[in-house]
């Protein structure tokens, strides 16, 4: 899965959106969360050491907080996941799929870099 | 009450006479059997859920200790009757029914008498000025009187305890727990002669005697003494001399109370009683009446009864059994006790003297280290017939299940002491009683483990926790839970499940294993520790762990050098996150001392941000709703008026509550306000496997309830007494007694080394009750580590300690200094002066509250709450 910092595209099923202009890749912390105000919508971006970056719901699926750009990356078993700072539930960062709670799903978005600044489809 | 009343279909009747654990066993197994078709009805004469007696030491020194056997739901079956200030007085085996001392008649179909035994009773002078060590009410009067005994005295209380077998030597090390100097007087020659040979006993005697405690051996008490209000002053021996005494336990045995099977006067005697008392019962537990069963220590079997409770409980079992249609017969005494004494190990199974025939003695004694080791077996040294070990009883525990069984070596080979080593491995036999309390053979422990479908969900029981409640093995006494322990691990290794110490999927090492590693090869960060002992990315679990590891041991600011991606939902934003996303704020407010300027700053704070605020458990003011990039902003108020974090987001030192001490108590007699702040502000920032707490009392009253606290302090009239391990939460614990009478620099230093042990050595988020509980050698292992240096490591610890303190900065004092640490708490990386809307308050009472999802219009979907077992 190595991807080129200069474009990276990432297709998310069933997410078809316009692309929006986030903010410079270098504002992200490798590692750190942070969220954005996206089209009106709270989304966590997370740029891991890889140099993927990806953008999820900001909201907790578990609880309806908006939280999740405060959770620990971390992988499980070769996929990158995000850990919920409330309850811990883990969730794939690609797939939204959650690992420990059947049934929570995470809203994923696609994203991608151009020009050293993160786009991502809402 | 009409007793007579039954009808085929009526449910058959039992009653049982008696409280006590064997009665409590004895309503467990009817239970566990189905109580459809019955009626049990327990008539007890103690105020009290049946109790745990084995463990009344715990209650002589902690009154609050609950000794409640099993669960206490279960008596709310409606087939159980659980009848409180009831004792029966009278049996009238014609009616079948009892009578109590209320007035009251029961009919029965079957009757279990399980009424005990008496503490026996002195027949000396002054006796009547002595306590008993028998009941809840007994311990309890013990207690009272030696705290009473010592404000009068205004010195040490000593202690004198009439008894030098089991019971004796329990109640004096209780009397030592509670702080007066123990006496023991035995008119034999050695104590606990009925268990021990006298190289044991002899052993025993010099290991008490080391650790402060006055034995007089063979010679008997003649009189207590007293002055003219009743207090007493000493007891006058046999030979003459007078010890001195400010009060007197007697613990010299038990008279099985058979009185319900004793004629009246002119009435012919129904029942055969032993030649020293109790009821006559055959190998069903029955009487000579059919349909009366006696059981405990009323219940002579073989011309013996015993005050033990793994007998009482098999009787139990029998009756339970029998009533239900079985043919349970009762084996025999099992007398194997297992002792532990202010640290000193004592246990005696099985033919513990040789009495067999022919029967080998393999002795170990060593009296300058005070370890005395014996094995008995049969004349080819080959079966195991008993054994006796003193001062180190390691191997009991492998060798008390393989009792009547061939050795699997040769006998020498389990005297660990003699230099031998560790015992070598035995696989026990599954028909080898493991838990002798409740009778569970190794056997059905496998099968527990394997998934027989005994317990709930018939999912295999692989953790220890569980595995005691399905099994039951090891909840009595708790001596064989290592050995169930070893089994289990065993076991899951047989079976290929690996008994991880791994702290997670990317980390292989026990967190124990990750600190040593990080501190001898003087690692510093996460990418290191990962390159070297790690695989993938992290997660939750490695990455706050090493976090806090790195934090323990460098004390450098915690989201600097890529730490911050490592820190758990708290530490990150360094608040404690609520349910809503917002955080609440906790400036320190050292030992709870705070002016009213103080108050008044929070107050302005609150008032300006509109913060909800409530006083914590810990003695401060905790303000809650701030929003993310709100808390710089807070906390520049808060710092510029002088405080600073109080740390109540880290897994760290918390607070250090304390009473008002002697400076305004009248009562007080150290300054306990004075030594809080400064311990408070001596382990401030100190990061550890979990949350610390600390409380100093001022004196024995305890209002600061230093006990329930990770490290308690008490001051006494010559300084303070410190306590470890006390623990809110879940299974509360109290703090046990470390050290006492320590001056200021003592205690200190005993705190330090004890902090930086358990820092070192515990697990991933286990308190310290756990930790001083499942470390091997338990509190004795922790106050050899922490007052006798046995590790050589004291020194060690105490630089660890001054490394820290000399370290310590204000988490916020340095953020606020730094803008590209202020960055991180920008509400949107691309909008950070739009707060997040969805972040909604409701008043309530005069203050706000986060707004409920209905209350938002918001509905959860999906979402469980997984509940146990909903898993497996």
């Known amino acids: 899965m190595a991807i080129g910092l200069e474009s990276i595209e990432r297709q998310v099923e069933e997410q078809a959106g316009a692309w929006h202009r986030v903010c410079a890749v270098e504002e992200l912390e490798f590692?750190?969360?942070?969220?954005?105000?996206?089209?009106?919508?709270?989304?966590?971006?997370?740029?891991?050491?890889?140099?993927?970056?990806?953008?999820?719901?900001?909201?907790?699926?578990?609880?309806?907080?908006?939280?999740?750009?405060?959770?620990?990356?971390?992988?499980?078993?070769?996929?990158?996941?995000?850990?919920?700072?409330?309850?811990?539930?883990?969730?794939?960062?690609?797939?939204?799929?959650?690992?420990?709670?059947?049934?929570?799903?995470?809203?994923?978005?696609?994203?991608?870099?151009?020009?050293?600044?993160?786009?991502?489809a809402v | 009450m009409n007793a007579h009343t039954t009808s085929p279909n009526a449910p058959r009747r039992i009653v049982v006479a008696g409280g006590g654990p064997a009665a409590h066993r004895f309503a467990d197994a009817m239970h566990t059997r189905g109580l459809d078709g019955w009626q049990v009805t327990v008539l007890t004469e103690e105020a009290h859920l049946p109790y745990d007696r084995v463990a009344l030491s715990k209650a002589l020194t902690d009154m609050e200790y609950d000794l409640t056997l099993g669960e206490a739901a279960m008596w709310d079956h409606e087939a159980l009757d659980l009848r409180t200030g009831e004792r029966v007085v009278k049996i009238d085996p014609d009616a079948r029914t009892v009578e109590t001392a209320a007035g009251n008649t029961y009919g029965y179909d079957a009757l279990v008498v399980a009424t005990g035994s008496n503490a026996a009773r002195l027949p000396i002078p002054g006796a009547e000025h002595t306590h008993v060590y028998r009941t809840l009410e007994d311990v309890?009067?013990?207690?009272?009187?030696?705290?009473?005994?010592?404000?009068?005295?205004?010195?040490?209380?000593?202690?004198?305890?009439?008894?030098?077998?089991?019971?004796?030597?329990?109640?004096?090390?209780?009397?030592?727990?509670?702080?007066?100097?123990?006496?023991?007087i035995d008119g034999a020659n050695w104590l606990m002669a009925t268990q021990l040979d006298e190289g044991a006993g002899q052993a025993l005697g010099r290991l008490i005697k080391e650790k402060g405690f006055e034995i007089h051996g063979g010679v008997?008490?003649?009189?207590?003494?007293?002055?003219?209000?009743?207090?007493?002053?000493?007891?006058?021996?046999?030979?003459?001399?007078?010890?001195?005494?400010?009060?007197?336990?007697?613990?010299?045995?038990?008279?099985?109370?058979?009185?319900?099977?004793?004629?009246?006067?002119?009435?012919?005697?129904?029942?055969?009683?032993?030649?020293?008392?109790?009821?006559v019962i055959d190998e069903g537990c029955q009487t000579e009446i059919p349909g009366i069963y006696a059981i405990g220590e009323v219940a002579n079997f073989g011309g013996m009864c015993l005050g033990l409770v793994a007998p009482a409980n098999t009787m139990a079992e029998i009756v339970a059994d029998r009533l239900h249609g079985g043919q349970a017969t009762f084996p025999g005494f099992d007398t194997?006790?297992?002792?532990?004494?202010?640290?000193?190990?004592?246990?005696?199974?099985?033919?513990?003297?040789?009495?067999?025939?022919?029967?080998?003695?393999?002795?170990?004694?060593?009296?300058?280290?005070?370890?005395?080791?014996?094995?008995?077996?049969?004349?080819?040294?080959?079966?195991?017939?008993?054994?006796?070990?003193v001062g180190d009883a390691t191997p009991y525990m492998s060798l008390r299940p393989l009792l009547g069984r061939e050795l699997p070596a040769e006998p020498g080979a389990f005297l660990s002491a003699a230099g031998g080593g560790e015992a070598p491995e035995t696989e026990l036999p599954d028909d080898a009683i493991l838990c002798s309390c409740n009778n569970v053979a190794a056997g059905s422990i496998r099968d527990a483990i394997n998934g027989c479908g005994s317990c709930e969900g018939n999912a295999p029981v692989q953790d220890l926790g569980e595995l005691k409640s399905c099994s039951r093995a090891g909840t009595q006494c708790g001596s064989c839970v290592p050995m169930l322990k070893k089994l289990l691990e065993g076991e899951l290794k047989k079976s290929g499940v690996e008994v991880s110490k791994a702290l997670c999927e990317h980390i292989s090492l026990s967190r124990q294993e990750l600190f040593e590693t990080i501190r001898i090869l003087e690692l510093t960060s996460f990418e290191e520790i990962m390159a070297k002992y790690g695989t993938g990315a992290g997660c939750d679990i490695c990455k706050p762990t090493i976090a806090s590891i790195l934090a323990s041991q460098h004390s450098a600011y915690v989201l600097d050098a890529g730490r911050g991606t490592l820190q758990d939902t708290n530490d990150r934003a360094l608040a404690n996150m609520q349910k809503d996303g917002t955080y609440s704020v906790v400036p320190r407010i050292a030992g709870g001392e705070i002016t009213p300027d103080g108050l008044a700053v929070i107050a302005a704070v609150a008032k300006k941000y509109g913060l909800y605020t409530k006083i914590t458990g810990g003695q401060r003011i905790d303000m809650f709703g701030a929003r993310l990039e709100q808390l710089p902003e807070i906390w520049k108020e808060l710092v510029d008026a002088g405080f600073e974090s109080g740390q109540a987001y880290g897994k760290s030192l918390r607070t250090v509550k304390s009473c008002v001490g002697s400076t305004w108590c009248r009562y007080g007699v150290q300054d306990s306000v004075a030594m809080a702040i400064n311990l408070e502000l001596r382990y401030r920032g100190l990061r550890s496997p979990h949350k610390l707490k600390m409380g100093v009392s001022g004196c024995a009253r305890e209002c600061a309830e230093a006990r329930g606290k990770d490290v308690g302090v008490i001051a006494t009239a010559d300084g303070w007494n410190l306590y470890v391990g006390g623990n809110g939460g879940a299974t509360p614990a109290h703090a046990q007694l470390l050290a006492k009478d320590l001056d200021d620099d003592t205690l200190i230093k005993y705190i330090d080394r004890y902090f930086m042990y358990y820092i070192r050595t515990a697990d991933r988020l286990q308190r310290t009750a756990r930790w001083q509980e499942e470390l091997e050698g338990g509190l004795e292992h922790v106050r050899q580590v922490v007052v006798e240096d046995s590790l050589g490591i004291a020194d060690e610890l105490e630089a660890a300690m001054a490394k820290h303190i000399g370290t310590y900065r204000d988490e916020w004092a340095e953020t606020l200094k730094d803008p590209e640490r202020l960055r991180r708490f920008r509400s949107f990386v691309n909008a950070p002066d739009q707060k997040d809307d969805s972040i909604t308050f409701v008043p309530e009472r005069g203050q706000i509250r986060p707004a409920t999802n209905e209350e938002k219009g918001k509905v959860l979907i999906g979402a469980t709450i997984p509940v146990r077992g909903d898993a497996g």
């Not at chain 2, 002053?233 to 007078?242: E, H, S, Y």
Request: proline content about 4%.
């Open chain 2, 336 to 389: 194997a006790t297992k002792l532990k004494l202010s640290g000193v190990d004592v246990a005696s199974f099985g033919d513990a003297f040789a009495e067999t025939e022919h029967a080998l003695e393999i002795v170990y004694a060593d009296p300058a280290r005070g370890v005395y080791q014996k094995i008995v077996t049969t004349d080819d040294a080959k079966t195991l017939l008993g054994g006796i070990f």
């Open chain 2, 140 to 184: 309890w009067a013990i207690n009272g009187a030696i705290t009473a005994l010592r404000e009068k005295l205004g010195r040490e209380v000593t202690a004198v305890t009439i008894g030098g077998g089991l019971l004796g030597l329990e109640a004096a090390a209780g009397t030592e727990q509670l702080g007066a100097t123990p006496v023991v």
């Open chain 2, 220 to 279: 008997f008490p003649s009189e207590v003494l007293s002055d003219d209000d009743g207090q007493v002053t000493g007891v006058l021996m046999a030979d003459g001399r007078t010890i001195a005494a400010d009060i007197v336990i007697v613990a010299i045995g038990v008279r099985p109370r058979d009185e319900l099977f004793r004629a009246a006067d002119g009435e012919e005697q129904l029942f055969s009683l032993g030649p020293r008392g109790g009821v």
């Open chain 1, 31 to 120: 590692a750190w969360g942070e969220a954005a105000l996206v089209d009106g919508r709270q989304l966590a971006l997370f740029r891991l050491e890889s140099g993927e970056v990806y953008a999820v719901a900001q909201q907790d699926p578990a609880t309806l907080s908006n939280v999740m750009a405060r959770g620990i990356t971390g992988s499980r078993g070769g996929r990158p996941t995000i850990a919920s700072p409330l309850h811990k539930e883990v969730y794939d960062l690609q797939t939204g799929e959650c690992f420990t709670t059947p049934g929570l799903r995470l809203d994923c978005f696609a994203t991608r870099i151009v020009d050293g600044n993160l786009e991502v």
